[in-house]
């Protein structure tokens, strides 16, 4: 009998530790790491075809390359509702894809270069949805699932220049534009408490089919990254 209530008294000890791990509340948190989209190079090769066309330009020689990775960071404000559930807002940025052309050729009567840069940036607010499961007392795994209310950014950069023309574009030009799109947001997880109150995580993320043909393209977008956040 005095070993049943020494295992009772027990197990009353450790509920209000394991309690502690997934405290209801509010949690404040940011994150970094790396993202990819995946895009065809066609609609870059046909812009930058359009561009040498208007400025009058045949290219001989172009180097062309297509940058579809770069840095992804974010910051999120959640609430958790009870050990297997939270809600948060966040806003993050995915990065840049980046297509350089930077072609040698002949304008009419004369030769010279002409070199092209485009980005398409994407980023916006995120609400999400989280499914958490406590796998121990530190230790959680979670997905997510909400939605991106991005703003997709394209910029425009162009240098031309030949020995005595002049292009009817000019020798220099810039532009941007944007385009505001809903797209549907998913990711998993998991995460490790340390001292009571911050929680590291390493998450993948996915937007599904964002962006738009007119600002660089649709495609999927996956970001892996690693974050920090404290409960108050």
């Known amino acids: 009998m005095n070993k ?3 295992v009772l008294l ?24 790396k993202a990819t989209k995946e895009v065809p190079r ?8 359009a561009i040498q066309e208007l400025a009058h330009f045949t290219p001989v020689e172009d180097q062309v390359s297509l940058d579809d990775t ?20 966040g806003y993050a940025r995915f990065g840049a894809v980046t297509y350089k052309s930077r072609a040698n050729g002949d304008y009419p009567f004369d030769s010279g270069f002409l070199n092209q840069t485009v980005e398409s940036d994407t980023s916006g607010f ?15 795994v979670f997905a997510r699932a909400g939605v991106l209310f991005a ?21 220099s030009f810039s532009d941007s534009f944007s385009k505001s799109t809903t797209d549907n947001y998913a990711g998993i997880g998991i995460s490790r408490r340390i001292l009571e109150i911050y929680e590291v995580r390493l998450e993948y993320h996915r937007v599904f089919d964002g ?16 974050g920090l956040t404290v409960t108050f």
């Open 4 to 6: 049943k209530i020494i």
């Open 10 to 33: 027990g197990v009353c000890a450790a509920a209000p530790q394991a309690a502690v791990a997934n405290e209801v509340g509010l949690y404040l948190g940011g994150y970094i790491g």
């Open 42 to 49: 066609v609609p870059y090769d046909e812009l930058a075809a």
């Open 70 to 89: 770069d840095t992804a960071f974010g910051i999120t404000m959640g609430y958790r509702l009870n050990r297997f559930l939270a809600l948060e807002v």
């Open 126 to 140: 995120t609400a999400t949805v989280l499914g958490v499961w406590p796998v121990t007392r530190d230790w959680e």
């Open 151 to 171: 703003t997709n950014l394209l910029r425009l950069q162009f240098t031309a220049k030949g020995e005595e023309f002049i292009p009817a574009i000019g020798n």
């Open 211 to 226: 962006g738009e043909e007119v600002t660089g393209g649709k495609g999927d977008l996956d970001a892996a990254l690693l």
